[in-house]
């Protein structure tokens, strides 16, 4: 996502540490405290403007979100949406997907979301795509056993390679959309790319895949 540079974004954001901590890391473990009920955790990587993770917040009171987005430009809009808004079940983190690590204890999320991720489409950029084996292994390190991965995206060829990545890499595929807008699928919150993209007459295409536990049949 490009957009102008905000120089005053970093002030912002230091301004509302309720809903954005500026040390993110010493929250580890300890998350379900920053928000009013003690409930399931939802993350989203690279939420851009925050469109789908405030809409979700909104929609679903009886689950916690937190926002991640690398930039500090990008992440001040999610955060003006909030200062409006006051959910009490949203939190941000102006920070790296490679630091989830950093972020959370193990089991400690039991949803990512990955919506309209940059395709790094040049095979010696693999590594930085956020469906990447190296990514995977840090998601199965925050999630429980059955904790879910939710993604979404117009490149086809990206999609094509998560099919086989999540696949190789052994989480299990629940349900998959080759074209998420023609379906009847109904609980779908639009991103700000997947209303640009849509427009223009792009395919949406939607998987939710889960880490299986051996202990239960799916
Ligand atoms: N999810 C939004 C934005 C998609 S663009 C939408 O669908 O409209 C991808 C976003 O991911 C950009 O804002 C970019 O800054 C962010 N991003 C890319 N790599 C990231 C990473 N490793 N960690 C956190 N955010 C990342």
Redesign the pocket.
């Known amino acids: ?1 490009r957009l102008r540079n905000k120089p005053w974004a970093p002030d912002k954001l230091a301004s509302y540490p309720q809903y954005i901590s500026n040390n993110p890391q010493e929250l580890k473990g300890k998350w379900q405290t920053r928000f009013e009920k003690k409930q399931d955790i939802f993350i ?9 993770i405030v809409g979700m917040a909104e929609k679903y009171p009886d689950f916690n979100f937190i926002a ?4 500090t430009s ?1 992440i001040v809009s999610i955060l003006e949406k909030q200062i409006d808004k006051k959910l009490p079940n949203l939190q941000l983190i102006n ?4 630091d989830l690590l950093d972020f959370f204890a193990p089991g400690e999320i039991s949803r990512i979301y ?5 395709p790094w489409p040049k095979t010696r950029h693999t590594k ?1 795509r ?1 469906t990447s084996p190296d ?1 995977l292994e840090l998601y199965r390190n925050i999630l429980p056993d059955d904790g879910e991965i939710h993604f ?1 995206t117009d490149n086809m060829g990206l999609f094509e390679y998560s099919l086989a990545s999540l696949s190789q890499f052994g989480y299990v595929f629940r349900q998959v959309w080759l074209d998420l807008h023609q379906s009847n699928f109904t609980d779908n919150i639009e ?6 993209f849509s427009a223009k007459g792009q395919t949406i295409y939607r998987l939710e895949a889960y880490w299986p536990n051996n202990k239960t049949q799916h």
Do not use: A, C, P, W
């Not at 991640?68 to 930039?71: A, G, N, P, V, Y």
């Not at 991103?191 to 640009?196: A, H, R, V």
């Open positions: 996502m989203e990587i690279g939420s851009g403007k925050g469109q789908f991640i987005e690398l930039q990008v920070g790296h997907g490679g990955l919506n309209f991720s940059d930085r956020l990514f979404k991103t700000e790319y997947e209303q640009k």
